[in-house]
């Protein structure tokens, strides 16, 4: 056993320990409040048995681990159902943009800690109204400049707004230069005068959105992070953080076992289902497809381990993964018949068909649209042009709105 | 042939659209997802007002004496507006069944009633996950059932059932009085305004409507009637969540322009057009082949075409309305819903796949 | 009966009675010459019939009827496998543009009649190596004036060119405006000084279109079909005609009841293919499809009947159709395992799966690719908006090649 | 576990690329087309210079001792430049069976000759349009072999048969020196360098390699082997059709800009561009599992996302070219050809969808 094979084992084994406590069943009926409470809980023990914050450096409270860690990690906690969700975003961007871009080490390092230990929680405040694939059409506006900043306007889908400690955000310091470039970035305290959250429901009947006003919110100039003017480059940064997040090829739904184990029971037209030749063909090409994005994931965690750089084919899995959980879902419901028409709002989408479809067109959005998704894949990786973008160049201003 | 519709079917199609605009209140209808066993009253008494429950009950008794191409056009608007109640369909269904039938006590009893739509009527043909069976194992004994139907639509509020057993001498249909002679259990659905129930019948008193081949030869007949009425709904909804996401693809910009001007977006509502007009002129034609030897294939084209259009439409119009496509007040969610319950009721895409291979190769499967 | 289901009738019985001499067995094994010259008897015996130019006017040698009587006519036609190719883009837009916007009409007369009886050929002369889907951006210049025409450049894709005894030719007579500006229409003599004919193969074998070189070709301004500078909406007229042309809800391609009949003496994994699900849902899916597409197309010709304008849902057929066309195509050379293997190059595209498969593309670009189908239908029916088009309002000579 | 390649593994497949991208000529590739019965001797002499055919035979037999990775590799590159004979897939099954065998004899007298390129090989599973047979109808009976296979691959140049046929004791696997005891009957082909043949034996004269249960597991066996190398080639001839769109849409323009620019192009390259990466992790996933217990399963998950993966890449590769994308001399076709033929060898999708499904549910169809 390679040292990563035993790093992971005792990972597996920590897992094991705490899932009665911590796991779906566990988490069975409880309120999103007592969910939240549990999470808490488990996050503590999490750092206190030394599996958080893993690639983050050992000085700022983190285990200084390598990405390959982390991802054999969540991919081991996901299984396990944990109750991580208020978490995610927490600790996977804001965290380490602070330590790249705050002066004042020792109190990023009091945050790491309390957000690792899930006694704080941070948001990303980058999506508005009229900002969501256009990321850089954003209008929420700071003024002022070193001197401090007030920032006013709005900002939309800050998931777990309503529990957040902190956030980092997003805004127009110059309207008068090209849309990229006048925008800077901070971090705010969710608690200051003037910020209001207002949480909102999800189609899936999830509360985890939040709508976000800043009403004259004033801002110290030691809370920017990064240049002034600087803050679509963060941003990326930021975004990019996500790239070697843990993937799953069955797209967060349900796995083919389990539509194949949900069909064993039932017939079409009075014959077992998993006889039909067109259940066997979508499980076949389901399968194939996943097969496809595992051995990418897999080859991509060899080169990590190699200490390459992977392809960029990773990019592949939200796209693909998604849509096949999407139209895996919608047919096992077709196929259950009236036992399809149940549904429980709130079920784990990993476990359940009709939460995996309601929840679908949700993940389709959330980190990339599709189209967003097949344009960085056509420009980056395929050198197609970009296309028409009739705002290129213009002040930000004089957009037509 | 196919068919034209006439002035008067268009001019009430218009009539039923305003009617319904009107009348339709998207935070009325968010709040019903929230609530198992309620409907839309509103939307119910405005078809009893307007005179949708008479359209296809003959003049005999008490209705208006039209068909499933004019029941169709009120489907295919009341799919647009994601009704808030499934009676019209089934209550057609229930008036087919009793005009099979050659009970005229218990078509004078009922006709009139549903015409009036003073009666909620339900077609209980599912078991689990069959929607139809050659050999159904509720058992109809000495004028009484007994057995389980499953997730019946409507049957949460319906007064009147009609019922797919097995009898002694071979398969019948049979008509139940609801009141309290049988169990409902509810079930809490995605789109529980379809007052999706299963039933228990333990007991109950029932009167036979048809019995024996004729008895399945009516149960098809009535299947493929409400699933061309179900298929105009679906088109309907199909539609409006096309047009949603022109609307919303003309008015949102992104990059500088609005994003309909992106091929990707276009194109995709482009390709939705194409399968909403293929659906509806299924369901046209469906319609107009009611009561003729290849009404079965035509039924089956209508609804297999409506099932993907209607898929197609709210997966895409969701998608092309990013962030906003799955905010629960938003409300697009109410067409993708719909889209399911839709999909399920009255057998899926599959069930009509056999069928319709049946009857286009001769095989069965 | 109704005089339009005597016509229908009279054309049906005609029809049977010269298929033994000219329908699908007789043309079995001929060359393209022969075929050629069994088409040339076809026409002139359809002509005699009273057949021929149904929709041209009487005092121009046509039939004077409706658009309804054609599009019965010509799926008739079709059904029975005449010989009518070579004559297809001839009769179709060449004739109606000559009497539309050619002054002799006598002149006209004779042209006419030679066509339809198939003693003369027309072919249209349009798209350009660098002007297919975008045809405005052609490059073939008309120079001169009222005094007369140059005509130099190249034309491509021009069908059956190189039998065709004159064509009709777009070209650019004034490269300083705009690019639809400039454009000028002709007639041509195919046979004049500096015409070249070259056919070339397609990927199916088929040798039908050519490329055809302009070299110092003299053309007098009488030979001008409309006014300087207005050859663009000539030639949308031109493409409109086509419009009502007799649409098939089989692509072109075998119906499904063929594929079924292919399928009955199958097996898949040692069971009927008839009983397999996915077999079934491949017959019922696009039988669905197809059906809709005859309802769409039989609502049209009712509403022609009614003297109304036929709905734009029309426009699908060809899209639809013949992507079903060409996946089915697929599927059934793949069903037949060994025997899909075998091809015969030449054989009839409605009866013979492999040549249906391999000519499907090419019908996905003749007449408008896909993509420009589905811009029209966006643009034209549902009111979204064009594309980027850098070119727009750019004299033709300032845009860069 | 995956594999990534090592570095002797890249630089094999960077010189095979660069050796065939040397001697192919598209213009010779076309003129194969119109002849049944031909072959690209220039490939094949490639293959047997650079010991390709030498790869995976074992190095007691004269061969390399490498395996299903090195010889995919081969296939990759081969498929990108839609290789003109058929050898290398059918020479590795042949090389399998022998190998299978316990005859030291004939694995001594062919394996040398196999790895030296001297004989060319066929296997001859498929009877009418079924790939493989439980119970073949070709019969062996002391020694001779009597009834026909179809669309043998190779057929018309192969020097020696592998063939599934039934014996009295059960299934076996025979070889059989073609020379002149079998009628082959050339099938016209839209693939014609592929030399696709029937095969007539009339008393043709075979030796044992395999026979009973074994047999019925090797002949399995061989066909996924054979499966991963052509799925390689799809592979390979895949993302040659994706990198044509793409290149095709940098450099043609319309409306005064690349088509590239057109979202309806570009999404659709990149989708391709995700199909095909799909398919090579599956491929180079089941080269590594040969041998091991989920050998089929990831076989046929190649198989599937290889097949899916070319015929979108070549249908999309075409209609993004417009009309030069369907004219002979431009050559795309032979993508296109090539797609349908890989997809008829060796089983269609639908024959592995069946293998798969069995893997992963354990029922039969």
Same mark, same amino acid.
């Given at each position: 056993m390679t040292d990563l094979d035993v790093w992971q084992e005792r990972a597996r084994a920590w897992l094991a320990s705490v899932e009665p406590e911590f796991g779906l069943r566990a988490r069975a009926g409880l309120t999103q409040d007592e969910d939240l409470a549990l999470g808490r809980r488990y996050m503590a023990a999490k750092h206190e048995a030394g599996f958080s914050g893993i690639t983050i450096p050992i000085e700022f409270g983190g285990q200084g681990l390598s990405p390959l860690h982390k991802v054999l990690f969540d991919t081991l906690e996901a299984k396990a159902a944990m109750p991580i969700g208020y978490f995610g975003v927490s600790t996977a961007m804001p965290l380490p943009i602070l330590i790249r871009y705050c002066d004042d080490k020792a109190w990023v390092r009091e945050r790491v800690v309390a957000a690792l230990r899930g006694e704080e929680i941070w948001c990303q405040l980058f999506s508005e109204p009229a900002a969501g694939s256009d990321l850089a059409g954003l209008r929420t506006k700071a003024e002022g400049g070193e001197q401090g900043w007030t920032i006013n306007g709005q900002k939309l889908w800050t998931t777990f707004a309503q529990y957040s400690d902190y956030g980092i955000l997003i805004a127009r310091s110059d309207p008068t230069v090209p849309k990229h470039k006048g925008l800077t970035f901070f971090w705010v305290d969710?608690?200051?005068?003037g910020v209001t959250v207002r949480p909102f429901r999800l189609a899936n009947g999830d509360i985890q959105c939040n709508e976000v006003f800043f009403d004259d919110v004033a801002v110290a100039d030691s809370q920017r992070l990064g240049p002034i003017g600087g803050g679509f480059s963060v941003a990326m940064a930021t975004l990019m953080i996500e790239r070697y997040a843990a993937s799953d090829a069955d797209g967060f739904g349900p796995s083919i076992g389990a539509f194949v184990e949900m069909l064993r029971p039932l017939t079409i037209n009075g014959k077992p289902?998993?006889?039909?030749g067109r259940v066997r063909s979508v499980i076949a090409r389901n399968h194939a497809l996943r097969q496809g994005l595992d051995s990418i994931r897999r080859r991509a965690m060899l080169a990590m381990e190699a200490g390459m750089e992977p392809g960029p084919e990773g990019a592949l899995n939200k796209l693909f993964s998604v849509r096949s959980r999407q139209k895996l879902s919608e047919l096992a419901l077709d196929l259950q018949g009236s036992a399809g028409l149940a549904y429980t709002e709130g079920a784990y989408t990993k476990a359940d068909w009709a939460s995996s479809w309601i929840g679908a067109p949700t993940m389709r959005q959330a980190g990339g649209a599709d189209e967003m998704l097949l344009n960085t894949i056509a420009e980056k990786i395929l050198g197609l042009p970009q296309d028409h973008r009739p705002d290129k160049g213009v002040p930000f201003n004089q957009i037509p709105a | 042939m196919s068919i034209l519709y006439d002035e008067g079917q268009q001019a009430m199609a218009e009539e039923t659209r305003r009617v319904l605009a009107a009348r339709t209140d998207r935070a009325r209808q968010l709040e019903l997802l929230d609530r198992? &066993?309620?409907?839309d009253e509103t939307f119910w008494t405005t078809a009893v007002d307007q005179g949708w429950t008479a359209l296809a009950v003959p003049e005999a008794f008490g209705g208006l004496g039209l068909g499933l191409i004019e029941l169709g056009l009120v489907a295919q608007e009341a799919g647009r507006v994601v009704s808030g109640a499934p009676f019209l369909t089934y209550g057609h269904g229930a008036v087919c069944a009793l005009l099979a039938s050659e009970d005229e006590g218990l078509q004078s009893t009922w006709l009139p009633r549903l015409a009036k739509g003073e009666v909620k009527a339900a077609v209980a043909f599912a078991e689990e996950s069959s929607p139809m069976q050659p050999h159904p194992s509720v058992e109809f004994r000495g004028g009484k059932l007994q057995g389980a139907k499953s997730g019946v639509a409507g049957g949460l509020a319906a007064d009147i059932v009609v019922v797919s057993a097995s009898a002694a001498e071979g398969p019948v249909l049979v008509l139940v009085e609801a009141g309290d002679v049988l169990e409902r259990r509810a079930i809490r659905s995605f789109d529980n305004s379809r007052l999706f129930a299963d039933m228990i019948f333990d007991g109950s008193p029932a009167r036979v409507l048809v019995s024996g081949d004729a008895a399945d030869e009516a149960a098809l007949d009535i299947q493929a009637q409400m699933a061309v009425l179900a298929a105009h709904e679906q088109a309907g909804g199909a539609e409006a969540a096309m047009q949603a996401a022109r609307d919303y693809a003309l008015e949102r910009r992104a990059f500088g322009q609005p994003i309909g001007a992106f091929q990707s977006i276009k194109h995709r509502i482009a390709e939705l057009y194409g399968l909403v007009e293929i659906a509806r002129a299924n369901c046209i034609h469906a319609a107009a082949r009611? &009561?003729? &030897?290849?009404f079965l294939e035509a039924a089956a084209c209508a609804r297999l075409s409506a099932i993907e259009a209607y898929d197609m439409a709210t997966r895409d119009a969701v998608q092309i309305h990013g962030g906003s496509g799955v905010t629960w007040d938003g409300g697009l969610h109410l067409h993708m819903r719909r889209a399911r319950s839709l999909a399920i009721e009255l057998g899926n895409a599959l069930f009509w796949e056999d069928l319709l291979a049946i009857e286009l190769t001769g095989v069965a499967a």
């Open positions: 969710m608690k200051a005068p289902a998993l006889k039909d | 198992c &066993g309620e409907w009611q &009561g003729r &030897g290849d």
